[in-house]
């Protein structure tokens, strides 16, 4: 199955079920931010389109952006923990021992900006995938990297979601 009938199947189901579009959006934020998932997982394009279609649609905003922040939050949470669990082995176990060159872009891009890569890292896909684990590796402190993350899950959801809903529920 092709990435676009993927996501025009994401789109159809929550058309018809409204009532599961804030689950589906945070189901789907969460897999984008989790650990190199997020590399394969077509959230990104069917974020925009939920947003298109709750702006076309009855189902309010606000559940939904909440529950895609949240997916998104945790996500990037349970990648950092992993990231301090697996500690400077994290690099060897699949799937990211094939991304070796991924993960020293991550590192790279982690040492120059520290807190801000989290937060930066969340609207860039392939650094995505690997920034909240290589902060878990690093030790980033977990206050600071709570504070990037939460913050920068609430702003990419929203920035996903709120063209569609806003051009469709107000501009037309």
């Known amino acids: 199955m092709s990435l676009s009938a993927l996501v025009q ?3 159809d189901f929550v058309k018809e079920h409204q009532a599961w579009a804030p ?19 077509p959230a990104t394009l069917a974020l925009v389109g939920i947003g298109i279609i709750i702006g076309a649609s009855d189902i309010p905003f606000w559940p939904v952006w909440i529950a895609a922040s949240i997916g998104a ?3 990037d949470w349970i990648s950092y923990w992993i990231g301090l669990k697996l500690e400077n082995t994290a690099h060897k176990v699949w799937p990211l021992s094939s991304y070796p060159e991924l993960i020293e872009r991550g590192e790279q891009f982690f040492k120059r900006w520290g807190i801000w890569s989290v937060f930066i890292g969340r609207f860039f896909g392939p650094i995505r995938a690997v920034i909240p684990l290589i902060a878990g590796t690093f030790e980033m402190p ?3 990297f709570q504070i990037a993350n939460w913050t920068s899950a609430f702003l990419w959801s929203f920035v996903l979601l709120a063209p ?9």
């Open 9 to 11: 199947q994401i789109l």
């Open 23 to 41: 689950a589906i959006a945070g189901v789907l934020a969460f897999g984008e931010s989790f650990a190199i998932l997020s590399l394969v997982f």
């Open 73 to 75: 939050a945790f996500g």
């Open 142 to 144: 977990f206050v600071q």
């Open 164 to 172: 569609g809903f806003t051009a469709l529920k107000y501009l037309w």
